[in-house]
Structure formats: C-alpha cells, structure tokens
C-alpha cells in the first residue's frame, strides 16, 4: 500500500505582525501601510468559509496562524471553535508567543503550539529576526510541556545558517520534544535583502537529515508555485506532507497539476485535490449566507480557467 500525503493550508486570521522586522518576510515590507491590527483582521465569515473549502478540497490545516493583536482573545477562542467544529478536529496555532494563562485557557480547543523559531543557528536568527527572541518562544515551549500542550515549530531554510547548524536543530527538537516541523525553503521577496532561494539539494538535505534523525516526527515541508517541481524531492526526503504552495490562486493551474504529478513521482497517494472541484451542493456547507457568499466568491476565483 502506498503512503498517504496531503497538502496543509495555513489559515490566517489577520495580516498584521507587531513584530513585522524578520529580514526575509513580506510583512517586513508592509510593516508601514498596515499600522492597526484592527483594520488588518479578515471577517469572520472569509475565515470560516475557507476552513470550510480546506474541509471538502480534502486539504488539512496546518496551523491557525496570526489574529492576537487583532481580534479579543475570547473571539479568537470562538473562532478556533467553530474551525474545529468544520474539520472535525482541533486546529494547532502559530500566533506568536503567549502567555501561559492565555496557554491554559486556549488547551481544551488545540491540537498544540507552534512557535515560529525560523532559525537554531542563534547568531542568524538574531540577525535576521531581531524582534522575535528564541529565548521567548523557548519558555513558552516550557510552559506548554509543564501544562501538557503538544508543540511544532517552522523552520526556514536559506536565510545564512548552513548544513552544520543540522546538530542544532537536532538538539532543540529533542530539548523541546517537538513533535511536528514545518520547513520552508525562503522565497526572496521583493524589498528584502534576500535575492536567491536555497537550491532543492540543499533544502532537501535538511529534511533528509531530520527524518533520519527523527522517524515519527511529522514533517511538513514547503515550496512556492515556481518551485512545484521540489514537491518530490521533498518527499522522498521525509517528508510527510506539503504546504505553502498557493493553492487558492492557483488552483488547478498548470503549477498545481505540476504538484500532483510530484506526488506521483514520489510514489504516494494524495488525499484531496489541488485540481478538481468536489461535486457538492455548497448551499448545503453552512447556514450563514455571509459564510455562502464568501464560499461562492473562493470557488469562483478557482474556477477561473
Ligand atoms: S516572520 Fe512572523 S514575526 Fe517575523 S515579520 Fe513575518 S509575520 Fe512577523
């Protein structure tokens, strides 16, 4: 029997960062047009009807990402609610660091934590998110081992650590029994000072070296839609599924029938599709005709030819 694998959205719930200087991210650019965490907030509705597409395209949810400094924190406890009532499941969260009476409050309604370290190479990391300490997403980690919480961690490859920092990640994954890695390889944005990707030998290297060194960790791993073609690779790697290619936008485009045929190439079955539109009646998805509209307006931007 062939392996499973799926595709893993990340599902924002603002585009604000308080923190908004990590040198390699597009926030970074945005930090002076998007002052109020208010204002950058995405409805409720739009947030709700994409975990409803993400439920019947098959896709998981990687994590719920963003949303503390704009939404109260007991309407981001209701939100994560009723995205775990949609998917049948309790979603992790990548929301920065938190405080542990936030931590306990949020433990009934997540799968776990996800801190975003980005870098175990300390020098780099301090360097390229000089707002963002290790040190902060380390106690909170503690705070999540001390209360039980499940915890993952993003990794981005290509910001100036090297293949000798393996050891590093290594340590810190066993120092903080991690449980689930997502790795990004950088995708060089524009007003960065970053101007080349890592190269797919390089980047698959990483999640080779992981998976050696961790047989049951669940790795997901990512890549942008101009680099489809590294989606085997990945796999054959170790990892177990594969996230950040936009597949709103880009459904069905020659790029995600090019992420299919990856799969194929590593010899996995995938679960849900980046191609095809499941034959539902979407009226009968949800209640709310705020959610219905939005779920329409998703579905009609991905059946653009
Ligand atoms: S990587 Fe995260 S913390 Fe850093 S600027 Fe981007 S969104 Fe903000």
Redo the contacts with the bound molecule.
Sequence with gaps: MKQETCFERALFLSWY??????K?????TQ?DRIKDPKKAKRSKESILAEAIICKNLGWEIEFIS?GYESFDFEEIIQLIKEINNITGQKQWINM?VLPEEKLIQLKPHIGGFCG?V?CVNKEVHDKV?P??SIEEIENTFKICTKHGIKKAMTIVIGIGETINDFPKLESFIKKHNIERITFYSLNPHKGTVFKESPTIDYYKEWIKLTRDSFPNLHIIAGAWHDKAEYFSELLKAGATNITKFPVIKYFNSKAAKEVEHQVELADKNFKGSLTKLPDIDWNKTTDNPKILEKIKGYIKQMSKP
């Design positions: 960062c308080s923190r908004g200087d990590c390699f991210c597009y926030m970074s930090k963003g920065g975003a980005e998110c707002s963002k």
